[in-house]
Each structure stands twice: as C-alpha cells, then as structure tokens.
C-alpha cells in the first residue's frame, strides 16, 4: 500500500515538472513574453531621382469589369494604374516621421504580387530591418494579403531575428500621402509578441 502511494506521488510530480516544462519556450527559463509596439513611416518612391521601389514584372492588363452601362456594350475597364501579376521590389527608408529628412530608424526590403483580378490587392512579403536604437540590427518578417484601397490594412508578423527572435504579432499600415501609381508614405504599427531572450553571443 505505502508502495503504491510513493508510486502515484512520483508520477505526480513528472506530469506536473513536465506540465511546467511545456509551458516553456525552448530554451527560456521563465517562458515569459513581453509585447512591443513600434511605429514609423515607410517612402515608397516608384519616380524621382532616387527611386526606392521598382516594378520588375508587368502583369497583363485586367479583363473587363460588368457594368450597366449600355454605351459601353456593358463592360468597362478597371482604371488600375496596376495589372493583375505586376511585381514590384522595394528597398524603402523607414524613419520617425513622414518627412523625408525625419530620422532614419531602418528599411523595408521585399516584394508584393498584385493578385486581384481588379482592385489593388497584394500578396505582401517584406522584412523590416531595423538600424538604430534599441533594437539595431534585428529584424521583423511581415507577410500578409494587402488591399491598398482599405484605409487599414493589416499583415502578420511571422518571425524575426536579433531581439524579434521567435517573434508573432500584426503591422497596421495606413497611406499617409500615397498614390498607387507613383508611391508615397505608408504609416506603420507594429505590434509584437517576443519572448524575453538574451542575444548577446
């Protein structure tokens, strides 16, 4: 009898040390997270002298779009600056604030695919590199579905490295002054998820 209760007391305490262990991300003593908000200002420049962005690949133009109006045979034609399949490149400066001489923080480098028959819809991948201040030289990977016509959009932050190492969490972006066609400044939040961990090395 004595035997068996030192039995179920011992089994106890392993599910419970490995009910603690569980809980635990990989290598962090305490499991615990902490939650980050960042906000900054993305120029994204299609013109000018020094462009920051590129379109690499035209898509083909949209089909047309039903419509009632009958002078038109009943279709129209989307008035996107964009085409289905355009992809475009950017390396863009992320600063403090909107202007162009506000403080640079960092800079967003990836692609977007428009993937919407008609509309501004984008299939977004972009890591943004951070540069100064307390979180220089790491970096967040955003990946999201973009509807540029939305005042809020809102992408996933699927990882990162540096001090966002195993990082989760959403951005928010809002056009501050943009146009589809030739670029402009996107507002950014950025909401994280990340673990407590020490990358000093």
Known sequence: MANSGALILLISLVLLAGAAYIRREPGHADGSFADTHLHFFMHDAYDGPRPTAALIVTGREPLPLPSDDSATGGQATSSSPRRFGDIAVMNNALTEGPERGSVRVGTAQGFTVRVAEHGAVNDLSLHLVLEA??????????????????????????????????????????SYDYDVANGGVVEIDVYVQKTRVDTKE
């Open 133 to 174: 201040g307390e979180y220089g030289g790491s970096s967040l990977a955003v990946k999201g579905r973009v509807d540029t016509g939305a005042a809020v959009r809102e992408s996933i932050i699927v990882g990162g490295t540096g001090r966002f190492r195993f990082a989760t969490g959403y951005a928010l972006s809002r």
